[in-house]
T-cell receptor, first 114, second 113 residues
Framework: QKEVEQDPGPLSVPEGAIVSLNCTYS??????FMWYRQYSRKGPELLMY????GNKEDGRFTAQVDKSSKYISLFIRDSQPSDSATYLC??????????????FGTGTLLAVQP | EPEVTQTPSHQVTQMGQEVILRCVPI?????FYWYRQILGQKVEFLVS????????KSEIFDDQFSVERPDGSNFTLKIRSTKLEDSAMYFC???????????FGPGTRLLVL
């Protein structure tokens, strides 16, 4: 089983739609969860950073972590054409661990149609 | 807003040649990283660097790779003898602390012929 799994898409939605992006993981040591956005041929840009389980909201973006199911989600409300990009989930191990390396999913390519 | 910068943006080299990829991390950051992304694949961790030494490295980071912080601002990745399979996008990242956000640079696209 892969450490982090993410549906690569592509996912195409009309402007204004609610987008749901998801990742599953197998390593129960992961405690820190991130969503990065990556435009074509650019570096990953952090969108959301959460610790442990729960929800976090920032503007049109909501991140959810369910550690019991080993499942994380990113919701984008009122999606815009400028949201079209690849969305990467990333995670790292938590307390007691000596590592802070990020383990990435494959990324989901999102296209928001005007 | 402070950002991580990388040079060059593109590099083409012949197999067996040495390449040095350069990064300027955000100025008050203490932790530095290299990741790579082979075309169509996921971003993979290569190495982390703190207090002038490697703190962690992946299986990919073999003896052909080395990192250095030659002065107070630059952070470099050297590949001694490039292979075809080293062709990838290489990202530098930095963070203020061990559990702080890792900020990524725009990447260097390396093509080994």
């Amino acid at each position: 089983q892969k450490e982090v799994e993410q549906d690569p898409g592509p996912l195409s939605v009309p402007e204004g739609a609610i987008v749901s992006l998801n990742c599953t993981y197998s390593n129960s040591a992961f405690q820190y969860f991130m969503w990065y956005r990556q435009y074509s041929r650019k570096g990953p840009e952090l969108l959301m950073y959460t610790y442990s389980s729960g929800n976090k909201e920032d503007g049109r973006f909501t991140a959810q972590v369910d550690k019991s199911s080993k499942y994380i989600s990113l919701f984008i409300r009122d999606s815009q054409p400028s949201d079209s990009a690849t969305y990467l989930c990333a995670m790292s191990a938590g307390y007691g661990g000596a590592t802070n390396k990020l383990i990435f999913g494959t990324g989901t390519l999102l296209a928001v149609q005007p | 807003e402070p950002e991580v910068t990388q040079t060059p943006s593109h590099q083409v080299t012949q197999m067996g040649q040495e390449v040095i990829l350069r990064c300027v991390p955000i100025s008050n950051h203490l932790y530095f990283y290299w990741y790579r992304q082979i075309l169509g694949q996921k971003v993979e961790f290569l190495v982390s660097f703190y207090n002038n030494e490697i703190s962690e490295k992946s299986e990919i980071f073999d003896d052909q790779f080395s990192v250095e912080r030659p002065d107070g601002s630059n952070f470099t990745l050297k590949i001694r003898s490039t292979k075809l399979e080293d062709s990838a996008m290489y990202f530098c990242a930095s963070s203020a602390g061990f559990r702080e956000t890792q900020y990524f640079g725009p990447g260097t696209r390396l093509l080994v012929l």
